[in-house]
């Protein structure tokens, strides 16, 4: 009966006309970024972050997640119309919807991925509400050791587990808590790292690093890969609608997507690409028509793009109950929160009800407001596919150095964002993931502090880490992530050669 009421509170702030305008500009921008492949709500989330400082911290949220929200919905009208995923969830949506879209049956294909992503979005959301306040609960009884070992978790999870190699992710991780421990130590006051620059005595602003590590190095990676010509877009033809066969195959793939994609999405790194595919395998497996699948199945397109926007409300709800972001755009919104003043964890939901609800409540109010621009607005999204990347990329970079630079006025964080950005740039080239340096540098400074408050109970007792019963499950949890994949490949190597 609490949750009723404070979600209701949080109607009554998300359905004021400031509120909904925020939340309508989020949704309609987070589309067009979904739909633009390559440009995903990460990126657009740390270019509004410099322009959002004077906005209300309620108001610039409810803007984040619409902006989250809609690129998971806008990523399937591209994968659909041009076979180019406008976000790496939609990848699996591109093998059916492409060749639905080449078969003339586009407007199905849209329609069952924008009503796909409604209910799954919505049962996600209701789960958010219903399971977050018992997640505080739980969290309120974990110490700085309980939290520290979950910061290792998710440490290890984002870093040696989801990425091609283990070693470069650590190495990413290690680089993000190099930056993140610039500046002065805040007990015993001596300054780490700052080379006598008295510009890094605050530290390095979170905002600059993901600026340049998103706006920055993904134009110029993008713009140093561009192709030359123009991809074929595929003409809409026919109804937009879906047909009653259409919908009798959609259904089930939709909930079997929501209830897959909400709980991979709350696990550290558990993101929205595995359960994409996870669903795509179930649905083959459950189809009656398993022969269809590759060449135009209605269900390779629902159940992946309802588990896309389930996972999307699932990564929310660490984020705000733990402090701990299981995803890129979960991370800059925890720097956006920081910047605030905000810190995310259990005491949240106390101190600052309002705009948790408020974001919360947003939620069902922006998943409807998608489904009202999604299929109506689809000729839009298809011209906005026709920009001309130079353009494109050009305005992103004088966003993102305007932005940068009207943080602080200081020409030292311009270097830093675009030195940043070249940096981010090689990363990407030579497949190294970004993920980590941006956990790293977030959740670093916490672990430290963690740490020594854990140490500081314990008198310097350096076992009770493994003393504490909660504490030692997450970091054998942890060890298992490390060492699990490597044990697992060896032993399927072994059985192989048998």
Not at 174 to 201: A, H, N, S, Y
């Amino acid at each position: 009966m609490d949750t009723l009421a404070a979600l209701a509170g949080g109607f009554a702030t998300a359905l004021t006309p400031t509120h909904l305008m925020f939340a309508f500009i989020g949704c309609f921008l987070g589309t067009a970024v979904g739909v633009l492949p390559g440009i995903g709500p990460a990126l657009t989330v740390a270019l509004l972050l410099p322009i959002t400082f004077q906005v209300p911290a309620t108001s610039a949220f409810i803007l984040f997640a619409g902006v989250y929200y809609g690129a998971m919905y806008g990523g399937s009208t591209t994968s659909i119309l041009l076979n180019t995923p406008g976000e790496s969830a939609t990848i699996i949506t591109a093998l059916e919807g492409h060749k639905m879209a080449r078969a003339g049956r586009a407007g199905p294909a849209l329609a069952t991925a924008a009503i796909g992503s409604f209910v799954a979005g919505t049962i996600a959301t209701g789960a958010l509400t219903f399971a977050a306040p018992v997640v505080v609960e739980l969290a309120l009884k974990l110490g700085p050791a309980e939290y520290f070992s979950l910061m290792v978790v998710a440490f290890v999870a984002v870093s040696a587990v989801l990425g091609a190699s283990a070693l470069r992710g650590l190495a990413c991780l290690f680089l993000g808590l190099l930056l993140g421990i610039v500046g002065v130590d805040l007990q015993t006051g001596q300054p780490r790292f700052t080379f006598g620059m008295i510009e890094f005595l605050d530290g390095i602003e979170v905002t600059i690093v993901a600026v340049g590590l998103f706006a920055v190095a993904e134009t110029l990676h993008l713009a140093t890969r561009r192709k030359h010509g123009e991809d074929e877009i595929i003409p809409l033809q026919g109804s937009l609608w879906l047909s009653r066969e259409d919908w009798a195959r959609s259904w089930k793939p939709w909930l079997r997507g929501a209830f897959l994609g909400f709980p991979f999405g709350a696990i550290p790194a558990g993101g929205s690409e595995l359960p994409t595919f996870l669903s795509y395998y179930m649905e083959k497996k459950l189809s009656k028509n398993p022969a269809e699948f590759g060449h135009g199945a209605i269900e390779g397109v629902a159940g992946p793009e309802a588990a896309n926007n389930a996972s999307a409300a699932g990564v929310l709800m660490p984020m705000l109950t733990l402090g701990l972001p299981t995803s890129v755009t979960a991370a800059i919104m925890l720097s956006a929160f920081q910047s605030y003043g905000i810190q995310p964890g259990p005491m949240l939901f106390v101190t600052q009800g309002d705009l948790v609800w408020g974001l919360i409540a947003s939620l069902y109010v922006g998943n409807v407001m998608l489904l009202v621009l999604n299929l109506p607005l689809v000729g839009l999204w298809v011209k906005i596919l026709k920009i001309p990347t130079p353009q494109l990329y050009a305005g992103i970079l004088v966003f993102a150095t305007i932005g940068a630079y009207g943080v602080s006025n200081s020409v030292v964080d311009l270097l830093v964002m675009y030195a940043v950005g070249i940096v981010g740039l090689f990363m990407k080239r030579y497949d190294f993931p970004v993920a980590p340096a941006v956990i790293g540098m977030i959740l670093g400074p916490l672990a430290e502090q963690a740490f020594r408050q854990a140490l500081t109970i314990s008198q310097g007792d350096p076992f009770t880490f493994i003393t504490r019963p909660i504490s030692a499950s997450f970091l054998v949890v942890a060890l298992l992530l490390a060492v699990g994949p490597k044990l697992w490949n060896a032993y399927a190597a072994s059985r192989a050669r048998a």
